[in-house]
């Protein structure tokens, strides 16, 4: 079965830039998604499509895909985006997710 | 509002069954495919089975094959999963989540819309 990979847990100080990876077999060859958890709630969709935002994401979240690796990346992050992120891409007719990467705005 | 509302969740022993549901609400349920996507407490998530808009497709996986059962009936905007022989390592928040592929014969592979979410726990 398909893999995804993601780092457990990332920490950016506030303002800087935050860098989430995913990776997988030539994942350039499918669609990445990354959605936002925040603590105790339900994912939200923050990119779709490796680089899309849903209306009300802000433009500080953005995302590309290229060769075994797509990347979330948070400019100017802010302390509003400490919260677990996962990727997430499809599979034989099943989305398969990422362990989710751990984001500490410190 | 849209929402999706999962209900049904609850602690059974191991080998037991339980039938979780999800109630849709302020979009048109049978244009939709949907999925249920579970969080193991502490961990990341995972997607169990998906149905298309009409039922005519369902999909699983491994893990839960010949155990799970994902089934819907448009009429009561609903989404179900029937889960047998339930193991400890089913334990997890299980939540549904929509396709926004409106209407299509293909999903779009991506969830725009999540439910709350309903905790099973499999435990003796």
């Known amino acids: 079965s398909y893999e995804l990979t993601q780092p457990p847990s990332v920490s950016v100080s506030p303002g800087q830039t935050a860098t989430i990876t995913c990776s997988g077999d030539?994942?350039?060859?499918?669609?990445v998604s990354w959605y936002q958890q925040k603590a105790g709630q339900s994912p939200v969709l923050i990119i779709y499509q490796d680089l899309k935002r849903p209306s009300g994401i802000p433009e500080r979240f953005s995302g590309s895909n290229s060769g075994n690796t797509a990347t979330l990346t948070i400019s100017g992050t802010q302390a509003m985006d400490e919260a677990d992120y996962h990727c997430?891409?499809?599979?034989?007719?099943?989305?398969?997710f990422g362990g989710g990467t751990e984001l500490t705005v410190l | 509002e849209v929402q999706l509302v999962e209900s049904g969740g609850g602690l059974v022993q191991p080998g037991g069954s339980l039938r979780l549901s999800c109630a849709a609400s302020g979009f048109t349920f049978s244009s939709y495919w949907l999925s249920w996507v579970r969080q193991a407490p502490g961990r990341g998530l995972e997607c169990v089975a998906n149905i298309r808009q009409d039922g005519s497709e369902k999909y699983y996986v491994d893990s839960v094959k010949g155990r799970f059962t994902i089934s819907r009936d448009n009429a009561k905007n609903s989404l179900y999963l029937q889960m047998n022989n339930l193991e400890v390592d089913d334990t997890a928040v299980y939540y549904c989540?929509?396709?926004?592929?409106?209407?299509?014969?293909?999903?779009?592979?991506?969830?725009?819309?999540w439910g709350r979410g309903t905790l099973v726990t499999v435990s003796s």
């Open positions: 030539k994942l350039q060859t499918k669609y």
């Open positions: 997430q891409a499809w599979d034989t007719s099943i989305a398969v």
């Open positions: 989540a929509r396709d926004p592929a409106n209407g299509s014969r293909y999903p779009n592979r991506y969830f725009d819309l």
